[in-house]
């Protein structure tokens, strides 16, 4: 297999909640010298005692085809789906954004705010804090433009489209 340049892949891993998973998880990564660009894990089925792991991650095909085998011998990984390569896929990221100055700063803030979808969750008269919800880049977009004094962001989510879900097929 020829290999490509390195591309951005969004990997969701079911497994079961026990600890020491998400301590394997990383191991894998950092133990191969792998970096993590975002990890997000939750439980999602609290009968069966089960946690997603969504991990952001950039290589080669030949590096991701790698990082999907070894996460698939994990004991408690149940699937691994590289959602990128797997076609349509919805992402989502959070994230919360303090911008500090004068009224005149703040109330520019509140102005690209609005025009981004952000919204104001708290406020001072010297500080906002804003959420913010959407893909990545437009994250990005939006701390570009506010030049913030804290940032908070809470990871990507994806999920991909279509009726099948993550654990079938």
Same mark, same amino acid.
Do not use: C, W
């Given at each position: ?13 079911? *497994?079961?909640? =026990? ?15 792998? !970096? ?7 439980? *999602? ?8 792991? !969504?991990?952001?991650? /950039? ?5 991701? =085809?790698?990082?999907? !085998?070894?996460?698939?011998?994990? *004991? ?11 076609? =349509?896929? *919805? &992402? ?7 911008? @500090? ?9 509140? @102005? ?18 804003? &959420?913010?919800?959407?893909? /990545? ?9 506010? &030049?913030?004094? &804290?940032? /908070? ?7 991909? @489209? ?8």
């Amino acid at each position: 297999m020829n290999d490509a340049a390195p591309r951005r892949h969004v990997i969701a891993v079911l *497994v079961d909640n =026990e600890p020491g998973v998400l301590a394997r998880v990383i191991g894998l990564f950092s133990g191969r010298g792998y !970096n993590i660009d975002s990890l997000t894990v939750a439980e *999602v089925d609290h009968e069966r005692k089960l946690s997603r792991i !969504n991990i952001v991650t /950039s290589g080669t095909p030949s590096v991701v =085809e790698q990082i999907k !085998n070894l996460l698939g011998r994990l *004991v408690p990984a149940h699937s691994v789906h590289d959602l990128t390569a797997q076609g =349509e896929h *919805v &992402e989502r990221e959070m994230a919360l954004v303090k911008v @500090r100055g004068d009224r005149e700063r703040l109330i520019q803030a509140l @102005r690209i705010a609005d025009f981004m979808q952000a919204r104001q969750v708290d406020g001072t008269n010297e500080s906002f804090i804003f &959420e913010i919800t959407g893909r /990545s880049d437009q994250i990005d977009s939006f701390i570009h433009l506010v &030049e913030p004094v &804290e940032v /908070s962001r809470a990871g990507v989510v994806a999920m991909r @489209r279509g009726a099948q879900g993550l654990g079938e097929g």
